[in-house]
């Protein structure tokens, strides 16, 4: 969206606070958070007359981004209701959210991937249909859009950030209880939104745990220097006489395992519908054939 948080209305997000049951009261505080600026300009010395503003959230407000998360739930549920969808049907479903939102689709920073199986030249009908580019691949809040196993190098913007992070404070006099509070705030916490949302290879977390362990035992990533500790025992909790340091590894296990919790109770997810639809219906229930996919096998 163009301008996002810019064009977002306040009328608007009274009304989807009211269609989501939100007490009045609260969402009087919520709108008194970010309605009443005016603006006035000067020209020529000349103090224009105050403007009222209509629309706008808040850059760096922590209230902004749920506020906005609840108004873009109308495109959700518009898209819900249309579920046998069309070109023309999402068109008309994108300008019916503009209009009463207020926001503007940005066409330049958008594309579309099809496919392999589609022809060309239905592609490139759809995409001219809507003004798109297409690409075979993409990303989506930092997450790969791939229909393939994912490689290291789908992930390498992660690395890079833990590296980034490292080498700003690479030139700083840390203490080792310093540079534990930057890993475990910080730098474990990078990864948890993918790992979270996807299945990330095990190369790659192995990579990030290489340059946290470098940083806690040398303080930089230019100098060599004997690690005084095994990583198993750092990683345990600090009541066994560890640095509560997160293992990547472990909590790739557990928010895997987390979604074959979700499988076995036939939550109602896309990506769990999805599975179920494609494995559910074998005599035991996580069991693997030759032609799985990958994520299928590591869930098992």
Known sequence: MEQAY????????????QHFGF????????????????????????????????CEFHQGCPLSPYLFILC??????????????????????????????????????????????????????????WGFHTQAEG????????????????????????????????????????RV????????????????????????????????RRFLWIGNLTSNAAHLVAWEQVTKLKSARGLGIHHLEEWHSILVAKFAFKFLNNENTLCVRCFQTKYGNRQSIFSTKRGDSWAWKLIC
């Open 23 to 54: 007490p009045k009261t609260w969402s009087k505080w919520a709108l008194a958070c970010i309605e009443g600026p005016r603006f006035a300009l000067m020209i020529n010395g000349q103090i224009s007359n105050w403007i009222e503003a209509t």
């Open 139 to 178: 990303k989506y809040l930092g997450i790969p859009l791939i229909t393939r196993r994912p490689f290291k190098a789908d992930f390498q913007h992660i690395i890079d950030s833990v590296r980034g992070k490292i080498s700003s404070w690479g030139s700083r006099s840390l203490s080792l209880a310093g």
């Open 181 to 212: 509070t930057l890993i475990n705030n910080i730098l474990t916490s990078i990864p948890i939104f993918s790992l979270s949302h996807m299945f990330v290879p095990g190369n790659v977390l192995a990579e990030i745990e290489k340059l946290i």
């Open 6 to 17: 810019d064009r977002m209305r306040w009328d608007f997000l009274q009304k989807m606070l």
């Open 72 to 129: 873009s739930e109308l495109l959700s549920l518009l898209i819900n209701q249309h579920q046998n969808i069309a070109v023309r049907a999402l068109n008309n479903i994108f300008d019916t959210y503009c209009k009463w939102s207020g926001q503007k689709i940005n066409k330049a920073k958008l594309s579309i991937c099809f496919n392999k199986k589609m022809k060309r030249s239905r592609q490139q009908m759809i995409a001219n249909k």
